[in-house]
C-alpha cells in the first residue's frame, strides 16, 4: 500500500479504565509500556453486547458514509483519501446487505445506492489503453481515482481485487430478489457484470491464473497457486458460464498447499490471517469439503479455525518478547505499521542480543513456513476470524476496545493497526496508533460479525447458481451443497 505523504508524529500511549477485571498478566504487560488515562471513566466503557452493536455501526458507516459520491466507490483509507480500492467496494456492497438486515439504512436506501454502485460499474470505460480506463476485459484496475474512477497511477489489473469485487456484486445480486424495478435492476446489472469478466484470459494460457496484468508489460509473472485468499477468485472463475477457467484449475490451485502443524495445529498453513478470511465472508465451508480436504478428514472452516488458533498461540508464546502480547491482545495479518510514519529506517533494540526492523504495510504473520512479526497488531486479524474462534476474538477485540479507546477505536470503529513496542526515535515516544481506517481491513469485521450473528451473507451466496456451479465443478460435495440442485 502507499505510504502516507504527510509524516505523522507518535501519540503517547494512554489506556482506558476497564469495566470488568483482564488477565493480570495482561495488565501487567500493558501497564509495562503505558500509563493509565485517568480521564477515561468506567462509565465511558460499553458492555460487551452494547459495544459489538457499536462495533456494527460504526464501522458500516466507513461503508456508507465515506463512498466517493461521484463513482460509488469505497475509499481504500481514510481519512487519508488518495485513491479508491475496488476490493473495498465489493465489501462495501456487501455491508449495505448487513445495513439493512440491522436497520442501520432502509432496503430502499440500500437498493438505490447498490443500483447507483453496479451502473457506474458497468458504464465506466474499459480498454487495453493505459491512460483513462477502469479495466479491460470485465476486470478492474486495484485502484481508481476519485471523481472520475479512472487507473490510479501505473497500478495492475487486479484479478483477485476484481474477484473481490465481484463477490460483492454476486450478494447484491442475491440478496435483492424484489420484484420491483430497483431490485430487478440490481439483478440484471449485477448479471452483466458478473458475465463479462474474461475469466479465462487471465489464465493466460497458463496452469494457474496470472495475479494481473498491466498495459504497459502485460501479464504479471506471479500466479493464484496454493493456499491463500483467492479461493473464492477460483469458485467464481469455474463457475461462469461464459468464460470459465479449465476444471482442472483447482487440482492446480490445491497441489501446492502446505500442510504443516504449527503451535500443536495440523492444517493448511498460509501466514496472514486475511488469507484464511476473505473467501469464508462469501461462503459457507461448514460441512463441505473438495478432495484434498476429504483426504485431510477435515473442512475449510475447521482450517480457519486451526489457522486462527495457531495465530493466537503463537502470539501467546511471543517469541519475540513484546511486551503487549497475551491472550487477549493478539492477531497478525497484512496491516499497516509504525514505519509508514516516518522518513528513516527504524531499527529498535528490544533485548541485549535482538533487533527487530519495524516494517510500514505489510503481510505479517506466523506460521511453520516463516514468521513475519515486528510487534504490529491489527484488529482485523481477530474480527475476520469471529465465526471460527468466537469466545477468543470476540475476547480480544473487546479487550482491545477497552484498554485503547479512542487511540484505537472512534468514528469508523478499530484504526487499522497498532504497535506498543514501537519507539519513534525522531519524537521520543514510545507505542503508535494508526491514524487510518482500510477499507478491506473494515470488511471483514463487519461482515464476519454478522455471519457469526445470523450467517446472512452465507445464506445469501447459498442462492447464488454462479457459487453453486462453481464449488461443483471445484469438486466439492456434502452438506448443505448436496442438498442444492447443481447448475448446468
Not at 51 to 57: I, P
Not at 149 to 163: A, P, Q
Not at 447 to 472: D, P, R, S, T
Request: contains cysteine; hydrophobic residues 40%.
Amino acid at each position: 500500500m502507499k505510504k502516507q505523504e504527510n509524516l505523522i508524529l507518535m501519540k503517547n500511549i494512554k489506556l482506558r479504565k476497564a469495566l470488568f477485571v483482564l488477565p493480570l498478566i495482561l495488565v501487567l504487560t500493558i501497564s509495562a509500556c503505558s500509563k493509565i488515562n485517568k480521564e477515561k471513566t468506567q462509565a465511558s466503557v460499553l458492555s460487551h453486547d452494547a459495544f459489538f452493536t457499536d462495533l456494527k455501526q460504526r464501522t458500516f458507516n466507513y461503508f456508507w458514509e465515506l463512498a466517493d459520491t461521484a463513482t460509488f466507490q469505497t475509499p481504500d483509507r481514510y481519512p487519508a483519501q488518495t485513491f479508491a480500492s475496488i476490493a473495498a467496494t465489493g465489501f462495501g456492497l456487501t455491508s449495505y446487505i448487513i445495513g439493512v438486515e440491522n436497520n442501520f439504512v432502509s432496503r430502499e436506501q440500500a437498493a438505490t445506492r447498490v443500483l447507483s454502485t453496479l451502473l457506474w460499474l458497468l458504464r465506466s470505460p474499459q480498454g487495453p489503453d493505459p491512460d483513462n480506463m477502469t479495466g479491460y476485459k470485465g476486470f478492474y484496475y486495484h485502484f481508481l481515482t476519485y471523481g472520475q474512477g479512472k487507473r490510479y497511477k501505473n497500478v495492475e489489473l487486479s484479478t483477485i481485487d476484481t474477484g473481490l469485487l465481484m463477490a460483492g456484486i454476486l450478494a447484491s445480486m442475491s440478496y435483492f430478489d424484489a420484484d420491483n424495478t430497483t431490485e430487478k435492476a440490481i439483478r440484471q446489472t449485477a448479471d452483466s457484470l458478473y458475465l463479462r469478466v474474461q475469466w479465462d484470459w487471465a489464465m493466460n494460457n497458463q496452469e494457474w491464473m496470472s495475479m494481473g496484468w498491466h498495459p504497459e508489460t502485460g501479464f504479471i509473472e506471479s500466479k493464484w497457486t496454493g493456499y491463500n485468499e483467492a479461493m473464492i477468485l477460483l469458485i467464481m472463475a469455474l463457475g461462469s458460464p461464459t468464460y470459465a477457467i479449465p476444471d482442472s484449475a483447482w487440482n492446480s490451485w490445491t497441489k501446492n498447499y502446505e500442510w504443516e502443524n504449527f503451535q500443536g495445529f495440523d492444517h493448511v498453513n498460509f501466514e496472514p490471517l486475511f488469507g484464511h478470511q476473505y473467501s469464508h465472508m462469501f461462503i459457507d465451508f461448514r460441512g463441505i469439503s473438495d478432495a484434498y480436504m476429504s483426504k485431510k478428514g477435515i473442512d475449510y472452516f475447521e482450517n480457519s479455525k486451526r489457522a486462527t488458533l495457531s495465530n493466537r498461540a503463537y502470539c501467546i508464546r511471543n517469541p519475540m518478547g513484546f511486551p503487549h502480547y497475551s491472550d487477549s491482545i493478539w492477531g497478525l495479518t497484512a496491516c499497516d505499521g509504525p514505519a509508514d510514519y516516518i522518513n528513516i529506517n527504524n531499527i529498535e533494540i528490544l533485548t541485549p542480543d535482538k533487533k527487530l526492523q519495524y516494517f510500514s504495510y505489510r503481510a505479517r504473520g506466523a506460521s511453520a513456513q516463516r514468521i513475519i512479526d515486528d510487534g504490529t497488531i491489527a484488529p482485523t486479524a481477530t474480527g475476520g476470524s469471529i465465526p471460527f474462534a468466537p469466545d477468543e476474538t470476540m475476547k480480544a477485540l473487546y479487550s482491545m476496545y477497552v484498554l485503547f479507546g479512542n487511540d484505537l477505536y472512534a468514528q469508523y470503529g478499530f484504526k487499522d493497526a497498532f504497535n506498543l513496542s514501537f519507539k519513534n526515535i525522531q519524537t521520543g515516544n514510545t507505542g503508535w496508533f494508526d491514524v487510518d481506517y482500510l477499507g478491506i481491513d473494515q470488511g471483514p469485521i463487519l461482515i464476519q460479525l454478522a455471519n457469526h450473528e445470523n450467517e446472512i451473507i452465507w445464506n445469501v451466496m447459498k442462492k447464488n447458481k454462479y457459487i453453486i456451479n462453481g464449488l461443483h465443478k471445484a469438486g466439492f460435495s456434502g452438506g448443505w451443497l448436496d442438498n442444492i440442485k447443481k447448475e448446468i
